[in-house]
Structures are given as structure tokens and as C-alpha cells.
């Protein structure tokens, strides 16, 4: 029976004359074979070609080498790999007669320097005792940046990006980043990129990175974020670039007032820069809202910046507030405003006779900031404004004041009420309650009539419809007409007679009285309205 062995020989080092004397080889029926084995390490000739690789550090290239079996033995080959960041698949095998492709590849975890390269071989041992070297080098270059991320934001708003950081190696690192802007070139103080400065990595692992930046103006902002381990110089980073649109509405301000009230509200505006800055204040869609024309913070500091907004007219409107500054560029605020209707003005109390009447002047304050012209109308005809328009100068800071003289003329006993509306479109409405209190009318005179003359007595139908009025003295020697129809609201004279003495002889001073009386009043009484007289003779 013939039964083949198989030997490998696998030296550790170079030796012309490697020799196993005696090896004993058991047979089953007891006997031994004794085999002497001998064999020689020789150093490996490498090929001529050297293969470089080039990428940089923590990229990886590869490359193939073609290996060409030209025996007719199959080669099951366990390559030996030289160079710390080169490697290969642990076997290959090739057929007989055929060629196989073997991946070599380069993946550095270190920048070379700068006329120095990362070396090692690749060692193929043959069966037949020779082998198959290849010289390797590689160049690790700087690394490319991770990621460009673009960011789109609108002015003076805060934006936090979050950004992986990796460790290559098994032990922790310690990271300083290192941010900078790179264009534009002259960077706008009021903009900011933060962030900590330095971070931690376990083995192996990932951290997040809060990045936070702010614009106040807009503009295109590139900048460059880099982790650098300070010990090795290795580093990774990334691009960031920002686009910064005009800020927008910054915020929503919701104002409510009543008529002619004023309410306030401040508005903070932060001052990043190492200088103070001078804001331009502009007001939009509104005249009712009072404010600063510029206002000035100080060098890193929040100023408060207060208005005031006091409606003339009910109802809602919208505005909006506009700061200015070439340093820290626009800033818009849109304001709400709802004015609710303001209350009605101190009330004007009358009291007169019936027949009489009384003047009260309305006083109001116009806050309008231009001329306008105030238009008065009541609601009751025994009240009434002679001037229905009445001008008025533009109101200061205070305000001016306007006057408007109301008249009370009542046309039945009793209390009348009513309303007196004061309105202009820039200075709003002005409402005023009117009271008044009538009572009878009271006497007047005395008129003297010289005998044998007639004088005129002024008296007024108060009434809103004509009326026929009664009309008697009570003394003989007067003499009045029974009576006189007077339209409504009309003044008429009614002449009264002083008579004398029949014989013509000087009479002393004679009193009476006239009565006007009106028989229907609507109140269901009798009114009288006396005047008194006063008959004299020549002689008096």
C-alpha cells in the first residue's frame, strides 16, 4: 500500500541549512521509518516594481496585483502583509495554468509628513519554496471635509447645527475646534459662530457638536469647523455656509386700548458689537403710536426701547415698527392695535324756565396730530349747537383743547335728556350725555307804559307746533288782545296799552300783570307766563 505525507516547511528566519534529523514515523505492525528533513530560507528578491498608493488619511485606495500560477499545481496562498495600514484578503488561491487578481488596500489613520511615506510589503510564499515580494508605499494626505452643509436662514434668527465628530482610534481624544469664517473676507462683527472649544471622544465612538450662529445683516457666510487633536495634528472638519436673508417680521405685537387712553410696550434690541449703535425708528400704517425717532444701545448691552400707542378711533389696524442701523442692518416689528370704544364724556346738566334758556359749553381735548375740523350734532330739539363745525389746531403733546357751546331750550316742563356727538375723521368722537331740568317759567318785568301808550312784549312760542295762546291783564286800566296764534319756535311782540285814567286826570303809579296762558300743554296742566306792569302818568 503506498500512502503519501504531506511536509510544510514555514521558516522564521533566513537559513541556508534548516535540518530535522531523525523524525520517527509509527506504523501500525510497530515498525519505524526515520526521516532526516532538511531545507534552506533564503531571502525573498522583490519585484523591481514598487506600487504607491496616495489618498487621504482615513480614505482608503486599492490596488490589484495579478499573480500567475504556471505550474501545474494548485497554490492555495496565505499572503504575509508588512505595513500597518495595508491589508489584504488572508488567502488566495490559484488554479493551474490560470492568473488571480489580488486587492491590496491602502487606508492610512495618519498624515505622512512631508517627504516621508508610509511603507510596507506583501510576501507571497509558493510551493514550491519561493515566493513573491512586492514593496508598497503610501502617501496619506490632509483630509477632505467630512460634509458641506448649507444653511438657509433669515437674518437676526438663531440657528443650532449639529455636527458628528468621530474617533478613528481606540483610545479617547481630546479635540480643540477651531472655527473660522473664510469668506467674506472681512468678516461682519455682528456675526457670530460659537460653540465649545474644546470636546471629548471615546474609543472608537461619535460625539455630537452643537454648532450656534447668528446674523444680524444678510449676506452669504462660508466658514470652515475643525477638530484637532493638538498632540498628533491629526484634525477633521467640515464646510459650513450660510445664507442669510433679510430678516422678516421679528415678532408680533398685540396692543389693545380704549379711545384716547394711552398704553405702552417696550421692545428689547440686543447690541452685540464693542461699540454702541444708533438705531433709526420708522413708523408704518398708523399715526396713533408715538415713538423716538432714533434710539441708541449701548456696546454689548440690551436696550429697552418703549412707544406709546393712544387710539383717536375704534377699532382694528394693523402698523409697523422699522429699526434701522447700518451695523446691525433691519429690524421689523408688526404691531396689532385694537381700539375699543372710549366712554361717554362728563355729562352737562341744564336748569331753566320754560321760555328760557341756558348756554354750557362742552369742552373736549383733540389729540389729532393734524388740523381737522369737529362736527357737532344732538339728538333732542330742545338741545341744539349754533356752530355745527368747529376747527381745531393740531394737538401737541398734550393735546388742545376745543369748546363747543351747547343750548338748552326746552319745550315742556320737566327733565329732557340727550346726546350731543362731537366727530371728526382724524380726531375721532366725542360723546357728551345732556341733562336738563326745566321748571315754570318764572315772572319778568315790570315793563313801564306811560299813559296812553302801547309797548312791545317779546315772548316765544317754545313749542314745536303752533299754538294759540290765551292773553289777559289784571287791571283794567291795561288792555292786551285775547289772544295769538304763534307759530312754533317764533318770537313775536305783543303789545300792551296803558289806558290812564277815562277823565284824563294823573292817576298814581298803577301795577298789573299779563298773563299768557297756554291751555293745552302736552303735560295736561295749564302754563302761565306773567309779566309784570307799571302804569305812570306824564307827570311821573
Not at 139 to 154: C, E, H, K, N
Request: charged share 20%; with cysteine.
Amino acid at each position: 500500500m503506498h500512502v503519501d505525507f504531506t511536509i510544510t516547511f514555514h521558516p522564521a528566519q533566513h537559513n541556508r541549512d534548516v535540518r530535522y534529523d531523525n523524525l520517527i514515523c509509527d506504523i501500525e505492525d510497530g515498525t519505524q521509518l526515520y526521516l532526516t528533513l532538511t531545507g534552506a530560507c533564503i531571502p525573498a528578491q522583490p519585484t523591481k516594481e514598487v506600487h504607491n498608493f496616495m489618498c487621504s488619511v482615513r480614505s482608503k485606495e486599492t490596488k490589484s496585483l495579478t499573480l500567475h500560477n504556471k505550474t501545474g499545481t494548485l497554490w492555495t496562498l496565505v499572503p504575509v502583509v508588512e505595513g500597518e495600514y495595508f491589508s489584504g484578503a488572508e488567502q488566495l488561491i490559484v488554479e493551474p495554468g490560470q492568473h488571480r487578481q489580488y486587492e491590496i488596500t491602502y487606508k492610512p489613520l495618519t498624515m505622512t509628513a512631508e517627504n516621508r511615506k508610509h511603507n510596507g510589503s506583501i510576501f507571497f510564499p509558493l510551493p514550491d519554496g519561493t515566493g513573491l515580494l512586492y514593496n508598497m508605499t503610501g502617501t496619506s494626505d490632509q483630509p477632505r471635509p467630512i460634509a458641506t452643509i448649507p444653511i438657509d436662514l433669515p437674518a437676526k434668527t438663531q440657528h443650532t447645527e449639529t455636527l458628528k465628530v468621530h474617533n478613528w482610534l481606540r483610545v479617547p481624544q481630546r479635540f480643540i475646534v477651531i472655527r473660522e469664517i473664510l469668506k467674506p473676507d472681512r468678516p461682519d462683527p455682528a456675526t457670530n459662530i460659537r460653540g465649545f472649544d474644546y470636546i471629548d471622544v471615546p474609543g472608537l465612538s461619535d460625539r455630537e457638536y452643537k454648532l450656534h450662529f447668528e446674523a444680524y445683516k444678510e449676506g452669504n457666510v462660508h466658514s470652515r469647523i475643525t477638530f484637532k487633536n493638538e498632540q498628533s495634528g491629526e484634525f477633521q472638519f467640515y464646510y459650513v455656509t450660510y445664507k442669510v436673508s433679510a430678516a422678516g417680521i421679528i415678532d408680533t405685537i398685540k396692543l389693545t386700548a380704549p379711545v384716547r387712553q394711552s398704553v405702552s410696550h417696550t421692545i428689547p434690541l440686543y447690541n452685540p458689537l464693542s461699540v454702541s449703535v444708533t438705531l433709526n425708528t420708522q413708523l408704518q400704517n398708523s399715526t396713533e403710536i408715538s415713538l423716538l425717532p432714533t434710539f441708541t444701545v449701548p456696546a454689548n448691552s440690551e436696550g429697552l426701547f418703549s412707544f406709546e400707542y393712544m387710539p383717536l378711533k375704534a377699532g382694528r389696524s394693523d402698523a409697523k415698527i422699522i429699526f434701522n442701523s447700518a451695523d446691525l442692518g433691519q429690524y421689523i416689528y408688526e404691531v396689532e392695535l385694537m381700539a375699543t370704544p372710549a366712554g361717554p364724556e362728563r355729562a352737562l346738566v341744564f336748569k331753566t324756565g320754560l321760555g328760557n334758556s341756558q348756554v354750557l359749553q362742552a369742552r373736549l381735548i383733540n389729540y389729532s396730530k393734524t388740523k381737522v375740523d369737529y362736527s357737532s350734532k344732538t339728538d333732542n330739539h330742545d338741545f341744539h349747537v349754533e356752530k355745527n363745525t368747529q376747527p381745531a389746531t393740531s394737538g401737541g403733546v398734550g393735546g388742545t383743547e376745543v369748546t363747543i357751546e351747547v343750548t338748552f331750550e326746552p319745550s315742556q316742563l320737566g327733565d329732557s335728556k340727550g346726546t350731543l356727538i362731537v366727530s371728526s375723521g382724524g380726531g375721532g368722537e366725542y360723546i357728551f350725555p345732556l341733562i336738563g331740568h326745566c321748571h315754570h317759567p318764572k315772572p319778568q318785568g315790570p315793563f313801564t307804559i306811560r299813559a296812553g301808550q302801547s309797548i312791545p312784549v317779546q315772548f316765544k312760542n317754545v313749542f314745536t307746533t303752533p299754538t294759540t295762546f290765551l292773553l289777559s291783564v289784571d287791571n283794567s286800566l291795561f288792555s292786551v288782545k285775547q289772544s295769538e296764534l304763534i307759530r312754533a319756535k317764533k318770537t313775536i311782540n305783543i303789545m300792551v296799552t296803558y289806558n290812564g285814567s277815562p277823565s284824563g286826570q294823573a292817576l298814581p303809579v298803577q301795577t298789573g300783570k299779563l298773563i299768557i296762558t297756554n291751555p293745552k300743554s302736552s303735560s295736561g296742566q295749564s302754563i302761565h307766563w306773567v309779566f309784570y306792569l307799571k302804569g305812570v302818568s306824564d307827570k311821573h
